[in-house]
């Protein structure tokens, strides 16, 4: 007799794993985002208390601000760059494996690391880039020190840190088949024509993969925000003001109910996403 | 019979459900997908503050000296937490050693270092109810674990214990205030680090400037004479300007903004605890802080960051620089100067006529759920005796008569500046809503970046609000 258990008996580590570190945390968390929690003494039940504090607080807002304002530019310069550079590194020339290398390397390296080294890098007074700008007569701005260039710091970064993308794109590259852009050459199409007619279409569902996953990483920006940080409230983004609630504030409560406001806006887009990508994905 | 179109029906009704099926299936993906990814994301943060979970956690090695003859007992354990790494870690460690040697199998200190996120992982190690017996705090977090039930009130301890030289009267009253909450007593300081002013008396020689005149005792910058209107016209006979190689004085944030509120009579949160950003003297005290930005005498802020504050100094550039008397100036590698050139004096004098220097100092505290606390007490003791000859400066009236022998070479000359500067030596009013009202991103960071129009009543009066929203909250 066949046991009706079998298949969940072989997804349980999974879903042992999910209920463990993913469901209770996240209930536990929906919990502690009820409460004024300081994190050193208990906690008190406060209702949606601090859900309705979010929304008169103004730290929230500028935070909240500075995230969608980078994410609205880093996800699509990133997408873009990113794309373009797996175009060029899908040519067969010499030596591509290495340049493949290089470019996926700062998608390894400990996010620490990359922020020490931008800081250096965007150093205005002996900084590689302002150096570089000096070269061609250009005087280079104070990166992190004037509120004005914070943003296209990071910015900076976002593109130098779009190894693991280019992966994935130069994956669905190849993934495309030849006789496709064969036919289209015996019909006469050129390298635009064959780019937007074959190459970008069905290249949507990795597109859709990166779309997503940038949106995510833009508002979940953290690590090199809260080492690089920026002048004024520039740098602060919604997870650095969201850590600082937890850790120096002593508003644990106050912070959980912030994740859980990330978590609602990142879900919304993330649908929004996935309901108009039946319209523009290849397969959607 | 079936009928054709019944069947047709069926089908497309299971068909939607399917739809409908597929589509809530969708959502839910989409939901764990999501949550894992912010789940992520939390891991990620912690990534960033946790890369030293497996913190060097030293153990003592060295054995107790038990008597033979003595009964077994097993010695109590006493985790104590710093934030020391390097070579301060190896120094606290001699020092556990020789305090466990010391303590006949009574005790045993086991050494625990965060070197980094001290605070972070303090707060969750004590909120999974697995933090250190002894823990080394900064003055401006006590007020805030006291308040919220994380330390042990060692008011009593102290009172009824033998050792005369750490009862809370021998200490200089604004640094045990540190150590306190609600008048109970939480810690004993181990360290009073008062803002100095060191002088490269090499720049004074070079544009033939006068040093400020010093007291019977050799302290440059007497006392109740020396103001900050004085100190802002000594600064300006040095070059100065953009792109000078020489300036007079220097600031990337250092020091602190109070002591400007202090010299002028405010203050950010009163004694008890109250905003007075918005009084007269505050104002007043952020009018003084402009114009000394304003007056040319210290490099652009950006310079200053990206040369470095101490390094500017260091590097000879620097006539006069506010810094810790426990900043070690004179064991670091200098360009266009020598140790000799290091004179010390004390930091103006506000209008009260005393100095108002800012000092950074800390204490030992205890866990509150520290199992047996008279032992650990013990210990406290045992250590921070230890500390008083290891640190400059000792927090206790005379303490700096202890660490004569480490005063070596130049810094000898600086012992009357220190003692001049500890009577009159503070900290902020800490209270536990200090690191939210955020004084360096509210207020002084805009200061030094937005000096020209930087509007001090306007300022003042906006971190009023601030402040007054979240103390009543």
Not at chain 1, 160 to 175: C, E, F, N, R
Not at chain 2, 290 to 302: A, F, M, N, R
Request: one cysteine or more.
């Amino acid at each position: 007799m066949r046991d009706k258990w079998a298949g969940y008996k072989f997804i349980s580590p999974w879903l042992i794993g999910v209920l463990l570190f993913t469901a209770f945390p996240m209930i536990f968390a929906a919990y502690i985002s009820l409460t004024d929690w300081p994190i050193l003494g208990s906690s008190r039940f406060i209702g949606l208390a601090n859900f309705k504090e979010i929304f008169t607080d103004k730290e929230f807002y500028q935070s909240l601000m500075v995230t969608a304002r980078y994410a609205v530019l880093a996800v699509p310069i990133g997408i873009i760059s990113s794309f373009i550079m797996a175009l060029l590194m899908n040519f067969k020339i010499k030596g591509v494996s290495i340049y493949r290398t290089i470019y996926y390397l700062p998608a390894v390296v400990s996010g620490v690391a990359v922020a020490v080294i931008w800081r250096w890098i965007l150093n205005p007074n002996y900084g590689v880039v302002n150096m570089m700008l000096g070269w061609i007569g250009v005087q280079g701005p104070n990166w992190l020190g004037d509120p004005n260039w914070v943003l296209p710091s990071y910015l900076l970064i976002a593109i130098w840190g779009s190894g693991s993308a280019i992966l994935t794109y130069i994956v669905g590259l190849k993934d495309i088949s030849n006789e496709l852009y064969e036919a289209a050459t015996i019909d006469g199409a050129g390298f635009f024509k064959k780019l937007t007619k074959i190459t970008i279409p069905l290249m949507t569902p990795i597109l859709y993969y990166n779309l997503i996953m940038g949106i995510v990483a833009a508002f979940r920006k953290f690590t090199d925000a809260y080492i690089i940080g920026g002048a004024g409230n520039e740098g602060r983004f919604y997870m650095v003001n969201l850590y600082e609630n937890a850790f120096s504030y002593y508003r644990m409560g106050y912070a959980t109910a912030l994740a859980w406001v990330l978590f609602i806006i990142i879900l919304s887009l993330t649908l929004l996403i996935n309901k108009s990508s039946k319209k523009w994905m290849y397969g959607g | 019979m079936y009928n054709a179109d019944k069947v047709t029906n069926k089908i497309v009704k299971l068909q939607n459900k399917e739809e409908g099926m597929k589509k809530i299936l969708g959502i839910i993906l989409i939901i764990i997908m999501v949550s894992s990814l912010m789940i992520g994301c939390t891991k990620d943060a912690e990534e960033k503050t946790t890369d030293n979970d497996n913190t060097p956690v030293v153990e003592a090695v060295e054995e107790t000296t038990e008597k033979d003859d003595a009964p077994k007992m097993e010695a109590v354990e006493i985790r104590f937490a710093l934030w020391a790494g390097g070579k301060e870690l190896d120094e606290f460690q001699a020092i556990a050693d020789e305090v466990n040697a010391e303590a006949n199998g009574e005790y045993k200190i086991i050494v625990e270092s965060i070197p980094d996120n001290y605070i972070q992982k303090l707060s969750t190690q004590f909120s999974g109810k697995n933090a250190a017996d002894l823990i080394w705090l900064s003055q401006d977090n006590i007020y805030a674990f006291a308040e919220l039930g994380a330390l042990y009130d060692i008011t009593d301890l102290n009172q009824n214990s033998s050792t005369e030289i750490l009862k809370e009267e021998n200490f200089f009253t604004n640094i045990i205030k540190t150590a306190k909450y609600d008048n109970k007593l939480f810690g004993i300081p181990w360290i009073a680090n008062p803002v100095i002013m060191y002088y490269n008396t090499s720049l004074f020689d070079k544009y033939g400037v006068d040093l400020p005149k010093a007291d019977k005792d050799g302290v440059i910058g007497t006392e109740g004479e020396w103001t900050w209107d004085d100190f802002i016209a000594l600064a300006k006979q040095f070059p100065n300007g953009d792109g000078a190689e020489d300036y007079g004085w220097i600031t990337g944030g250092w020091p602190p903004i109070e002591m400007y509120l202090w010299a002028e009579g405010g203050d950010i949160l009163d004694e008890n605890y109250k905003s007075v950003i918005n009084t007269p003297e505050s104002i007043k005290g952020l009018e003084l802080a402009k114009e000394i930005l304003t007056s040319g005498i210290t490099p652009d802020i950006s310079t200053v960051w990206d040369q470095g504050f101490s390094e500017m100094f260091l590097n000879g550039q620097i006539a006069m620089i506010m810094a810790g008397a426990a900043d070690d100036f004179e064991l670091r590698e200098m360009n266009n100067m020598t140790v000799d050139d290091i004179a010390y004096g004390v930091v103006p004098s506000g209008v009260d006529g005393k100095y108002h220097s800012f000092n950074w100092t800390a204490s030992t505290v205890m866990n509150a759920d520290t199992e047996n606390p008279e032992m650990a007490y013990k210990a406290m003791e045992a250590m921070t005796l230890k500390f008083f000859g290891w640190k400059v400066t000792p927090p206790i009236k005379g303490g700096i008569d202890l660490i004569d022998e480490m005063l070596e070479g130049t810094k000898v000359i600086s012992k009357p500046t220190i003692v001049a500067a500890l009577a009159d030596t503070r900290g902020g009013n800490y209270h536990t809503a200090y690191a939210e009202i955020d004084i360096w991103r509210n207020l002084f960071e805009p200061l030094l970046l937005e000096t020209d129009s930087f509007d001090s009543a306007e300022m003042a009066q906006k971190l009023d609000d601030e402040i007054n929203k979240i103390l009543n909250r």
